[in-house]
Protein backbone atom coordinates (compact mmCIF):
# COMPACT_ATOMS: atom_id res chain seq x y z
CA UNK A 1 0.00 0.00 0.00
CA UNK A 2 1.47 3.46 -0.77
CA UNK A 3 2.57 5.87 1.78
CA UNK A 4 -0.92 7.86 2.46
CA UNK A 5 -3.25 5.55 0.91
CA UNK A 6 -6.03 4.75 3.56
CA UNK A 7 -8.55 2.20 3.49
CA UNK A 8 -12.06 1.52 5.37
CA UNK A 9 -10.03 0.44 8.72
CA UNK A 10 -7.89 3.55 8.36
CA UNK A 11 -4.68 1.44 8.28
CA UNK A 12 -1.80 2.98 6.58
CA UNK A 13 2.16 2.38 5.58
CA UNK A 14 4.43 3.07 8.82
CA UNK A 15 6.21 6.83 8.63
CA UNK A 16 9.66 7.33 9.78
CA UNK A 17 9.25 10.50 12.25
CA UNK A 18 11.86 12.23 14.59
CA UNK A 19 12.48 10.05 17.80
CA UNK A 20 11.54 11.31 21.35
CA UNK A 21 12.88 10.38 24.09
CA UNK A 22 10.89 7.59 26.10
CA UNK A 23 10.19 7.01 29.99
CA UNK A 24 9.74 3.50 31.32
CA UNK A 25 8.49 2.55 34.67
CA UNK A 26 11.72 0.51 34.84
CA UNK A 27 13.74 3.99 34.22
CA UNK A 28 11.41 5.73 36.58
CA UNK A 29 11.89 3.16 39.32
CA UNK A 30 16.01 4.10 39.49
CA UNK A 31 15.02 7.23 41.47
CA UNK A 32 13.18 5.24 44.12
CA UNK A 33 15.46 2.31 44.16
CA UNK A 34 18.19 5.24 44.74
CA UNK A 35 16.70 6.03 47.62
CA UNK A 36 16.87 3.24 49.63
CA UNK A 37 19.03 3.42 52.69
CA UNK A 38 22.11 1.26 52.26
CA UNK A 39 23.01 0.75 55.81
CA UNK A 40 19.77 -0.46 56.44
CA UNK A 41 20.63 -4.39 57.57
CA UNK A 42 17.31 -5.84 56.12
CA UNK A 43 16.77 -7.00 52.60
CA UNK A 44 15.20 -5.12 49.97
CA UNK A 45 11.82 -6.55 49.12
CA UNK A 46 11.48 -5.30 45.20
CA UNK A 47 7.73 -5.30 44.92
CA UNK A 48 8.54 -2.47 42.10
CA UNK A 49 8.08 -4.58 38.89
CA UNK A 50 7.16 -7.79 37.80
CA UNK A 51 10.57 -9.81 37.39
CA UNK A 52 9.88 -12.80 39.23
CA UNK A 53 13.26 -14.32 39.14
CA UNK A 54 14.68 -12.25 42.26
CA UNK A 55 13.05 -15.23 44.07
CA UNK A 56 13.96 -18.76 44.06
CA UNK A 57 10.45 -20.07 43.89
CA UNK A 58 10.38 -18.86 40.37
CA UNK A 59 12.51 -20.88 38.39
CA UNK A 60 12.17 -21.54 34.85
CA UNK A 61 11.19 -25.81 33.92
CA UNK A 62 13.62 -27.94 32.92
CA UNK A 63 12.14 -28.41 29.54
CA UNK A 64 13.42 -24.80 29.00
CA UNK A 65 16.74 -24.68 30.16
CA UNK A 66 17.04 -28.64 28.33
CA UNK A 67 16.23 -27.46 25.43
CA UNK A 68 18.20 -24.03 25.74
CA UNK A 69 21.32 -27.19 25.89
CA UNK A 70 20.23 -29.16 23.18
CA UNK A 71 19.78 -26.39 20.97
CA UNK A 72 23.25 -24.93 21.41
CA UNK A 73 24.61 -28.25 21.17
CA UNK A 74 23.47 -29.24 17.84
CA UNK A 75 25.58 -27.05 15.85
CA UNK A 76 22.35 -26.07 13.74
CA UNK A 77 21.96 -22.54 15.47
CA UNK A 78 24.95 -20.74 15.03
CA UNK A 79 24.09 -18.87 11.72
CA UNK A 80 22.09 -16.01 11.36
CA UNK A 81 18.23 -16.05 11.12
CA UNK A 82 15.77 -14.55 8.54
CA UNK A 83 13.91 -11.58 9.73
CA UNK A 84 10.97 -12.63 11.05
CA UNK A 85 12.20 -16.10 12.70
CA UNK A 86 13.58 -19.18 11.39
CA UNK A 87 10.30 -21.39 10.58
CA UNK A 88 10.42 -24.13 13.65
CA UNK A 89 9.79 -21.45 15.67
CA UNK A 90 7.25 -19.56 13.91
CA UNK A 91 5.31 -22.98 13.24
CA UNK A 92 5.77 -23.76 16.59
CA UNK A 93 4.14 -20.74 18.36
CA UNK A 94 1.40 -21.31 15.76
CA UNK A 95 0.72 -24.46 17.11
CA UNK A 96 1.16 -23.18 20.69
CA UNK A 97 -1.40 -20.50 20.40
CA UNK A 98 -3.97 -22.57 18.05
CA UNK A 99 -4.89 -24.50 20.82
CA UNK A 100 -6.99 -21.85 21.79
CA UNK A 101 -8.47 -20.75 18.79
CA UNK A 102 -11.56 -22.19 16.54
CA UNK A 103 -8.93 -21.54 13.78
CA UNK A 104 -5.33 -22.78 12.87
CA UNK A 105 -3.14 -19.83 12.47
CA UNK A 106 0.21 -20.54 10.31
CA UNK A 107 3.61 -19.78 10.22
CA UNK A 108 3.23 -16.95 7.88
CA UNK A 109 1.13 -15.40 10.75
CA UNK A 110 3.95 -15.12 13.09
CA UNK A 111 6.96 -12.64 13.35
CA UNK A 112 9.41 -13.58 16.01
CA UNK A 113 10.43 -10.84 18.29
CA UNK A 114 13.46 -9.19 20.75
CA UNK A 115 11.04 -9.81 23.75
CA UNK A 116 7.49 -7.98 23.90
CA UNK A 117 8.29 -4.69 23.92
CA UNK A 118 10.35 -5.16 20.58
CA UNK A 119 6.74 -6.53 19.72
CA UNK A 120 5.24 -3.16 20.26
CA UNK A 121 7.48 -0.91 18.68
CA UNK A 122 6.89 -2.62 15.56
CA UNK A 123 3.05 -2.22 15.42
CA UNK A 124 3.11 1.11 16.76
CA UNK A 125 6.03 1.76 13.96
CA UNK A 126 3.49 0.37 11.48
CA UNK A 127 0.76 2.11 12.64
CA UNK A 128 2.36 5.79 12.66
CA UNK A 129 1.77 8.31 10.53
CA UNK A 130 0.46 12.13 10.39
CA UNK A 131 -2.09 12.93 12.58
CA UNK A 132 -3.09 9.22 13.41
CA UNK A 133 -4.11 7.93 17.14
CA UNK A 134 -4.18 5.07 18.98
CA UNK A 135 -6.37 4.07 22.22
CA UNK A 136 -4.38 3.22 25.08
CA UNK A 137 -5.65 2.14 28.38
CA UNK A 138 -4.93 3.85 31.90
CA UNK A 139 -3.55 2.66 33.72
CA UNK A 140 -1.02 0.75 31.73
CA UNK A 141 1.87 -0.08 30.99
CA UNK A 142 3.78 2.85 30.20
CA UNK A 143 6.21 1.01 27.21
CA UNK A 144 3.43 2.08 24.41
CA UNK A 145 3.28 5.64 25.30
CA UNK A 146 6.75 6.26 24.95
CA UNK A 147 7.35 4.49 22.07
CA UNK A 148 3.84 6.57 20.60
CA UNK A 149 5.65 9.60 21.50
CA UNK A 150 9.01 8.79 20.06
CA UNK A 151 7.11 7.47 16.85
CA UNK A 152 4.75 11.11 16.76
CA UNK A 153 1.75 9.04 17.12
CA UNK A 154 -1.06 11.03 19.27
CA UNK A 155 -2.26 8.63 22.22
CA UNK A 156 -5.63 8.71 23.41
CA UNK A 157 -6.45 7.56 27.07
CA UNK A 158 -9.78 5.31 27.83
CA UNK A 159 -10.14 4.23 31.20
CA UNK A 160 -10.01 1.00 33.15
CA UNK A 161 -13.03 1.13 35.80
CA UNK A 162 -12.08 -0.62 39.15
CA UNK A 163 -15.81 -0.93 40.17
CA UNK A 164 -16.21 -2.55 37.74
CA UNK A 165 -12.81 -5.28 37.81
CA UNK A 166 -10.98 -2.67 35.87
CA UNK A 167 -13.29 -3.86 32.52
CA UNK A 168 -13.05 -1.06 29.54
CA UNK A 169 -14.85 2.12 29.65
CA UNK A 170 -16.56 1.42 25.91
CA UNK A 171 -18.26 4.71 26.20
CA UNK A 172 -15.52 6.67 26.44
CA UNK A 173 -13.69 4.25 23.89
CA UNK A 174 -16.23 5.16 20.96
CA UNK A 175 -16.09 8.97 22.01
CA UNK A 176 -12.40 9.38 21.83
CA UNK A 177 -11.94 7.09 18.57
CA UNK A 178 -12.53 8.92 14.93
CA UNK A 179 -11.23 8.87 11.73
CA UNK A 180 -7.47 9.06 12.10
CA UNK A 181 -7.60 6.07 15.08
CA UNK A 182 -5.25 3.22 13.98
CA UNK A 183 -5.86 0.70 17.27
CA UNK A 184 -7.10 0.41 20.88
CA UNK A 185 -4.56 -1.82 22.96
CA UNK A 186 -5.42 -3.74 25.61
CA UNK A 187 -3.63 -6.07 28.19
CA UNK A 188 -5.50 -8.99 29.42
CA UNK A 189 -4.32 -10.99 31.68
CA UNK A 190 -4.10 -7.02 32.96
CA UNK A 191 -0.93 -5.38 33.78
CA UNK A 192 -0.90 -3.19 36.25
CA UNK A 193 -4.26 -4.04 37.60
CA UNK A 194 -4.09 -7.98 37.81
CA UNK A 195 -7.37 -8.68 36.21
CA UNK A 196 -8.68 -10.71 33.62
CA UNK A 197 -11.33 -9.95 31.18
CA UNK A 198 -14.30 -11.93 30.70
CA UNK A 199 -15.48 -13.99 27.02
CA UNK A 200 -18.56 -11.26 27.11
CA UNK A 201 -16.22 -8.21 27.77
CA UNK A 202 -13.55 -9.08 25.44
CA UNK A 203 -16.50 -9.84 22.70
CA UNK A 204 -18.14 -6.38 23.78
CA UNK A 205 -14.22 -5.16 22.93
CA UNK A 206 -14.25 -6.17 19.32
CA UNK A 207 -17.52 -5.34 18.40
CA UNK A 208 -16.86 -2.00 19.48
CA UNK A 209 -13.54 -2.24 17.22
CA UNK A 210 -15.63 -3.32 14.67
CA UNK A 211 -18.09 -0.67 14.76
CA UNK A 212 -14.90 2.15 14.69
CA UNK A 213 -13.05 0.12 12.38
CA UNK A 214 -9.90 0.14 14.36
CA UNK A 215 -7.88 -3.30 14.55
CA UNK A 216 -6.80 -4.61 18.33
CA UNK A 217 -3.58 -4.77 19.59
CA UNK A 218 -4.05 -7.69 22.19
CA UNK A 219 -1.04 -7.96 24.84
CA UNK A 220 -0.97 -10.98 26.38
CA UNK A 221 2.33 -11.32 27.35
CA UNK A 222 0.94 -12.81 30.99
CA UNK A 223 -1.22 -15.20 29.17
CA UNK A 224 -2.77 -18.32 30.79
CA UNK A 225 -1.39 -16.97 34.32
CA UNK A 226 -5.04 -16.78 35.87
CA UNK A 227 -5.83 -17.92 39.37
CA UNK A 228 -9.05 -16.47 40.08
CA UNK A 229 -12.86 -17.33 38.61
CA UNK A 230 -12.23 -16.03 35.40
CA UNK A 231 -10.49 -18.27 33.18
CA UNK A 232 -7.85 -16.93 30.11
CA UNK A 233 -9.48 -15.81 26.67
CA UNK A 234 -7.04 -14.81 23.64
CA UNK A 235 -8.32 -11.75 21.60
CA UNK A 236 -7.72 -13.59 18.70
CA UNK A 237 -11.05 -15.79 19.46
CA UNK A 238 -12.57 -13.19 17.97
CA UNK A 239 -10.55 -12.51 14.75
CA UNK A 240 -13.74 -13.20 12.65
CA UNK A 241 -14.84 -10.10 14.11
CA UNK A 242 -12.10 -7.68 13.91
CA UNK A 243 -8.44 -8.45 13.02
CA UNK A 244 -6.14 -8.38 16.04
CA UNK A 245 -2.52 -8.04 16.36
CA UNK A 246 -1.39 -10.35 19.11
CA UNK A 247 1.56 -9.56 21.47
CA UNK A 248 3.26 -12.21 23.85
CA UNK A 249 6.19 -13.78 24.44
CA UNK A 250 7.98 -16.65 26.97
CA UNK A 251 8.96 -14.14 29.62
CA UNK A 252 6.49 -14.18 32.40
CA UNK A 253 4.57 -17.70 31.75
CA UNK A 254 8.48 -19.44 31.52
CA UNK A 255 9.48 -17.44 33.74
CA UNK A 256 12.67 -15.96 31.61
CA UNK A 257 12.73 -12.18 31.07
CA UNK A 258 15.59 -11.79 30.60
CA UNK A 259 16.21 -14.29 27.37
CA UNK A 260 14.30 -11.86 25.40
CA UNK A 261 12.26 -13.86 22.90
CA UNK A 262 8.46 -12.66 22.15
CA UNK A 263 6.24 -12.85 19.36
CA UNK A 264 4.08 -10.62 16.60
CA UNK A 265 0.95 -12.54 15.19
CA UNK A 266 -2.23 -11.91 12.91
CA UNK A 267 -4.82 -12.95 14.01
CA UNK A 268 -7.20 -12.03 10.65
CA UNK A 269 -9.09 -15.06 9.04
CA UNK A 270 -10.90 -12.47 6.72
CA UNK A 271 -7.14 -11.54 5.55
CA UNK A 272 -7.97 -7.43 6.02
CA UNK A 273 -4.19 -7.38 7.40
CA UNK A 274 -2.87 -8.66 3.73
CA UNK A 275 -5.09 -6.51 1.78
CA UNK A 276 -4.49 -2.92 3.78
CA UNK A 277 -0.68 -3.78 3.40
CA UNK A 278 -0.03 -4.30 7.42
CA UNK A 279 1.81 -7.49 6.43
CA UNK A 280 3.89 -5.92 3.95
CA UNK A 281 4.16 -3.23 7.00
CA UNK A 282 5.52 -5.15 9.68
CA UNK A 283 7.59 -7.16 6.92
CA UNK A 284 9.62 -4.13 6.30
CA UNK A 285 9.52 -2.76 9.88
CA UNK A 286 11.53 -6.09 10.85
CA UNK A 287 14.00 -5.75 8.56
CA UNK A 288 15.28 -2.93 10.45
CA UNK A 289 15.44 -4.71 14.27
CA UNK A 290 18.04 -6.76 15.86
CA UNK A 291 16.86 -10.24 15.08
CA UNK A 292 16.68 -12.82 18.32
CA UNK A 293 19.69 -14.92 19.11
CA UNK A 294 19.59 -18.16 16.50
CA UNK A 295 19.63 -20.97 19.26
CA UNK A 296 16.85 -19.53 21.23
CA UNK A 297 14.96 -19.65 18.46
CA UNK A 298 16.17 -23.16 17.72
CA UNK A 299 14.99 -23.85 21.57
CA UNK A 300 11.20 -22.78 21.34
CA UNK A 301 9.61 -26.06 19.54
CA UNK A 302 10.78 -28.23 22.44
CA UNK A 303 10.16 -25.03 25.28
CA UNK A 304 6.66 -25.28 23.76
CA UNK A 305 5.69 -29.02 22.99
CA UNK A 306 7.66 -30.51 26.07
CA UNK A 307 7.16 -27.79 29.36
CA UNK A 308 5.85 -30.53 31.69
CA UNK A 309 1.59 -29.08 32.64
CA UNK A 310 2.94 -29.96 36.26
CA UNK A 311 5.42 -26.32 35.36
CA UNK A 312 2.45 -24.57 35.00
CA UNK A 313 0.10 -25.92 37.69
CA UNK A 314 2.67 -25.15 40.29
CA UNK A 315 3.18 -21.33 39.05
CA UNK A 316 0.09 -20.76 39.20
CA UNK A 317 -0.65 -22.09 42.77
CA UNK A 318 2.22 -20.29 43.63
CA UNK A 319 0.56 -16.85 42.51
CA UNK A 320 -2.64 -17.82 43.66
CA UNK A 321 -1.22 -18.22 47.40
CA UNK A 322 0.91 -14.74 46.64
CA UNK A 323 -2.32 -12.56 45.03
CA UNK A 324 -4.07 -13.55 48.36
CA UNK A 325 -1.08 -12.78 50.46
CA UNK A 326 -1.29 -9.42 48.89
CA UNK A 327 -4.67 -8.81 49.00
CA UNK A 328 -5.13 -9.62 52.89
CA UNK A 329 -2.40 -7.90 53.69
CA UNK A 330 -3.08 -4.67 51.79
CA UNK A 331 -6.72 -4.89 53.90
CA UNK A 332 -4.45 -4.51 57.36
CA UNK A 333 -2.57 -1.58 55.93
CA UNK A 334 -3.98 1.98 56.93
CA UNK A 335 -4.63 4.08 54.18
CA UNK A 336 -4.34 1.78 51.32
CA UNK A 337 -6.99 -0.37 49.74
CA UNK A 338 -7.39 -3.01 46.91
CA UNK A 339 -10.47 -2.46 45.68
CA UNK A 340 -10.16 -5.92 43.77
CA UNK A 341 -8.71 -9.42 44.49
CA UNK A 342 -6.01 -9.97 41.77
CA UNK A 343 -7.00 -12.77 39.52
CA UNK A 344 -4.51 -13.07 36.72
CA UNK A 345 -0.70 -11.70 35.84
CA UNK A 346 2.04 -10.61 38.60
CA UNK A 347 0.38 -7.05 39.71
CA UNK A 348 -1.85 -5.45 41.37
CA UNK A 349 -3.32 -1.90 41.80
CA UNK A 350 -4.25 -0.73 45.27
CA UNK A 351 -5.43 2.98 46.16
CA UNK A 352 -3.49 5.05 48.20
CA UNK A 353 -5.40 7.57 50.51
CA UNK A 354 -2.35 10.28 51.38
CA UNK A 355 -4.66 13.11 53.00
CA UNK A 356 -4.44 10.18 55.78
CA UNK A 357 -0.64 10.64 56.05
CA UNK A 358 1.34 13.04 57.86
CA UNK A 359 4.23 14.86 55.17
CA UNK A 360 3.44 12.37 52.58
CA UNK A 361 1.55 14.50 49.44
CA UNK A 362 1.13 11.81 46.69
CA UNK A 363 2.17 8.45 45.84
CA UNK A 364 5.46 9.45 44.28
CA UNK A 365 6.50 11.00 48.06
CA UNK A 366 5.04 7.52 49.66
CA UNK A 367 7.34 5.27 47.26
CA UNK A 368 10.17 7.65 47.88
CA UNK A 369 9.94 7.45 51.50
CA UNK A 370 8.83 3.71 52.13
CA UNK A 371 11.76 2.86 50.36
CA UNK A 372 14.32 5.24 52.14
CA UNK A 373 12.70 4.20 55.61
CA UNK A 374 11.62 0.32 54.98
CA UNK A 375 13.89 -0.93 51.91
CA UNK A 376 10.80 -1.73 50.14
CA UNK A 377 9.91 -1.13 46.67
CA UNK A 378 6.67 -0.10 45.34
CA UNK A 379 5.72 1.95 41.82
CA UNK A 380 3.67 5.21 42.47
CA UNK A 381 0.84 4.73 40.41
CA UNK A 382 1.07 8.40 38.53
CA UNK A 383 3.99 6.05 36.30
CA UNK A 384 1.22 3.72 35.14
CA UNK A 385 -1.33 6.75 34.57
CA UNK A 386 -3.27 6.80 37.87
CA UNK A 387 -1.94 9.56 40.62
CA UNK A 388 -2.32 8.22 44.19
CA UNK A 389 -2.46 4.52 43.31
CA UNK A 390 0.13 2.27 43.73
CA UNK A 391 1.05 -0.64 41.85
CA UNK A 392 2.40 -3.44 43.76
CA UNK A 393 4.15 -6.83 41.93
CA UNK A 394 3.54 -9.91 44.29
CA UNK A 395 5.72 -12.21 42.12
CA UNK A 396 7.97 -12.86 45.28
CA UNK A 397 8.51 -15.43 47.58
CA UNK A 398 5.45 -15.59 50.39
CA UNK A 399 8.19 -14.47 53.29
CA UNK A 400 9.48 -11.89 51.50
CA UNK A 401 5.90 -10.58 50.29
CA UNK A 402 4.88 -10.79 53.50
CA UNK A 403 7.79 -9.20 55.32
CA UNK A 404 7.68 -6.20 52.82
CA UNK A 405 3.61 -6.11 53.24
CA UNK A 406 4.10 -5.86 57.30
CA UNK A 407 7.33 -2.76 56.63
CA UNK A 408 4.45 -1.15 54.72
CA UNK A 409 1.81 -1.22 57.68
CA UNK A 410 4.43 -0.19 60.25
CA UNK A 411 5.30 2.74 57.63
CA UNK A 412 1.60 3.77 57.39
CA UNK A 413 1.28 3.30 61.43
CA UNK A 414 4.30 5.79 61.60
CA UNK A 415 2.95 8.11 59.01
CA UNK A 416 -0.72 8.54 59.98
CA UNK A 417 -2.20 11.61 61.06
CA UNK A 418 -2.75 11.52 64.69
CA UNK A 419 -5.89 13.51 64.39
Excluded at 78 to 105: E, F, H, M, V
Excluded at 155 to 184: G, I, Q
Excluded at 380 to 385: A, E, K, S, T
Amino acid sequence: MENGAENKWGFEDKQEHKAAPAVTVKTSLASIIDSVNKNDPRPVVPLGYGDPTAFPCFRTAVEAEDAIVDALRSGKFNCYATNSGIPPARRAIADYLSRDLPYKLSADDVYVTLGCKQAVEVILSVLARPGANVLLPRPGWPYYEGIAQRKQLEVRHFDLLPERNWEVDLDAVEALADKNTAAMVIINPGNPCGNVFTYHHLQEIAEMARKLRVMVVADEVYGHLTFGSIPYTPMGLFGSIVPVITLGSISKRWLVPGWRFGWLVTNDPNGIFQKSGIIDSIKDCLTIYSDIPTFIQGAIPQILEKTKEDFFCKLIDTLRESAEICYDGVKEIPCISCPNKPEGSMVTMVKLNPWLLEDINDDIEFALKLAKEESVIVTPGIYVGLKNWLRIAFCAEPSALKDGLGRMKAFCQRHTKKH
